[in-house]
């Protein structure tokens, strides 16, 4: 008789008991099937104990940083009291540009705020099985799933278009401040993401219920949010003089046009 | 002055340096409990936004990496169970157990983007076990304690992690 999985996956572990260890190495002596399962289970172990941290994406600290920096004036603001010396600017930052920097970030803010209280979750296919096996019940149930889908579905996407006008209004109104290359480089990609939503929106149209177009017509709008959101941040980065700040962003963008 | 206490006195320089110390940390745990990068990264901005309003209340009594990763942990710990609660909302007259087509058989060596990639695609519930057990490294105790689970749940939900990346990679 096999070892059942949990005493095999305890063994991968090295943390089965003397005795059954001793018994389960009996049994892989003899079963290629279940010397397999334990060598697939120790390469997964491997494989995990070797995965590397994944880098944030660039635009995440500006994201942050505006935040913060809206934060700090909005309690400023409410506290009546003249900034401290320690809230002063940051080195770059001052006179009039800084009332206009403050407007851009708390432009940006604001939408990023409405797009990050909005997390569109569809269900996976693992979550909402083929109705045909699930029962007539459960296929009512479904039915009622799929327009509660749909109707999020639509939630989120008037949510992402009024997001994206936000955002494309600043990016658009300011782009004169960007280099003439980085600003071909913003709407190449704009127009790729913007083909590929107008894809996933037909998609969407001809199958209401399916999961994988509504995913990627969600997806397209996060990728033109993410990618409107690094032209604000690049924007404010270079009216600061942040030279540092500016060519993260831009590497970034250059990454998502390859 | 130290990085906290320049923190704590509103330096947004110093702030910074401790995103970029701990946000690939902060960020990889985010990413692997929602179990997509981009809620990855709207976590991340939550997180470290609340680090910065409770800086405020850090007293020392741990290193400032061990108080920000509590910090981390408890904000994706609430993110996921409050996203369980509105699925199980959606799908509980639903079996909510997982189907897949296990992909063919590979012998070759786990490459990193499949198994970041298969771990997005685990279900919800093993998937916090996995990254908790097998990733983070805490013991099925700790696990069982931070997911609010039996000992023996964390277990098997681990176990199940392990065999469903098994087939999604191809390793039976």
């Known amino acids: 008789m096999h070892p059942n999985e949990a005493a095999l996956n305890e063994y991968a572990d090295g943390s089965l008991g003397a005795a059954e260890r001793a018994a389960v190495e009996q049994h892989l002596a003899a079963c290629a099937s279940c010397r397999q399962l334990v060598d697939d289970l120790r390469d997964i172990l491997r494989a995990t104990g070797d995965l590397e941290p994944l880098d944030a994406p660039v635009r995440a600290w500006p994201r942050l940083e505006r935040a913060i920096r809206l934060e700090r004036e909005h309690a400023t603001q409410l506290t009546d009291e003249p900034p401290s010396s320690h809230a002063a600017a940051t080195p770059g930052e001052a006179g009039s540009f800084r009332k206009y920097a403050t407007w851009l970030a708390a432009a940006a803010a604001l939408v990023l705020a409405a797009v990050v209280g909005m997390r569109y979750t569809p269900a996976r296919p693992a979550d909402v099985p083929a109705t045909a096996s699930a029962g007539s019940g459960a296929a009512s149930a479904a039915g009622g799933v799929a327009v509660s889908i749909e109707t999020e579905l639509r939630q989120a996407e008037a949510h992402y278009e009024n997001a994206i006008k936000g955002l494309e209004a600043i990016a658009t109104t300011e782009q004169s401040e960007l280099d003439p290359r980085t600003a071909a480089t913003l709407q190449k990609n704009l127009a790729v993401i913007d083909q590929a939503i107008s894809e996933s929106r037909a998609a969407v149209r001809l199958e209401p219920a399916s999961e994988p177009a509504q995913q990627s017509l969600i997806e397209g709008f996060k990728t033109k949010i993410g990618l409107l959101q690094d032209t604000v941040a690049l924007i404010n980065e270079m009216r600061k003089g942040n030279e540092a700040g500016a060519a993260r962003i831009v590497s970034g963008l250059k990454q998502k046009g390859n | ?172």
């Open chain 2, 1 to 172: 002055m130290d990085l906290v206490a320049s923190i704590q006195a509103g330096d947004v320089d110093a702030f910074e340096a401790l995103y970029r110390q701990y946000s690939a940390k902060i960020y990889t745990l985010a990413s692997r409990m929602a179990g997509s990068p981009e809620d990855g990264e709207d976590l991340l901005q939550e997180i470290f936004l609340q680090a910065y309003r409770k800086i405020g209340s850090f007293k020392g009594d741990s290193a400032l990496g061990t108080w920000l990763y509590r910090l981390a942990l408890n904000h994706c710990l609430d993110y996921v169970r409050s996203r369980r609660a509105k699925m199980n909302k959606l799908t509980e007259t639903l079996d909510a157990e997982t189907s897949f087509e296990p992909a063919a058989r590979r012998d070759t060596p786990i490459a990193r983007m499949d198994l970041e990639r298969a771990v997005e695609r685990l279900p919800e519930g093993c998937r916090e076990a996995f990254v908790l057990h097998d990733v983070e490294g805490f013991d099925h105790k700790e696990v069982a304690d931070l997911l609010g689970i039996a000992e023996g749940t964390s277990k098997s939900q681990v176990f199940k992690a392990r065999l469903k990346l098994r087939g999604f990679l191809g390793k039976r």
